[in-house]
């Protein structure tokens, strides 16, 4: 997909060469001055995803978990680090990049990863940023000021969801049986409720593989678990 929409290889507009992130997680990834090729990339999906399946994309979210150390060259999942000032110039980029696709689909931002690094992003952002945003997300891996969070979503008019989360209780293992996660995702559920009032409250990874393999001990994460290396029926 990328390359049919885009005249830069994906390895140029890295600076690792990879989408897992730069060689330290705290650097960025993304070469200075490609915001305006990656918007454009992301905005041309848009468009046509919408164009071939009929699907109306309602905001498009240019960062993921941004503000944070975990997103490196080695690791397993794809991501990149971003200071609040890259995240305003890659949101500004996609702004434009929406508007030159005659597309209606407005930003959402910042998709990050708790409340507190939230709160760092948006003090960063400047004011010509914050009128470009049309959704906050946040994700609650972390719960604190997450009214402070609440408050900037009602001062600013920005509708606001809770993007991300998936809660087991750490290190118990996998148990179809077992209640201790489920009661524990379901407090937090109430919790996030009730601090961040949002309009939506969207689970991580409904669907998730079998993790207690090879006498390891698995995890809780996910609400349905099925083996996805197995053969099809």
Known sequence: IFEAFSNSPPWFMTVSGR??????????????????????YLARVVSELQRRHHITFRTLSPVNEPNTDYWF?????EGAH?????QAAMIDATAVALADQGLKTTIA??????SLLFIRDWAGYPPATRARIGQLNVHSYGTVHQ?????IARVSGIRLWMSENDTPLEKEPEDFDGMPSALAFAEHVIHDLKRLEPS?????????TLSARNGA?????GLIKMDLRAPPQ
């Open 109 to 114: 931002a910042p998709d990050e990863t708790n």
């Open 200 to 208: 939506a409250w969207v689970f991580w990874q409904a669907v998730e």
């Open 82 to 86: 971003w200071s609040p000032g890259r």
């Open 19 to 40: 989408v897992s992130g730069a060689e330290k997680g705290t650097n960025e990834n993304l070469r200075p001055g490609q915001e305006g090729p990656f918007a454009t």
């Open 217 to 221: 001990p698995g995890s809780n994460w």
């Open 73 to 77: 060259a080695a690791n397993t999942q």
């Open 147 to 151: 009214t402070a969070v609440r408050d």
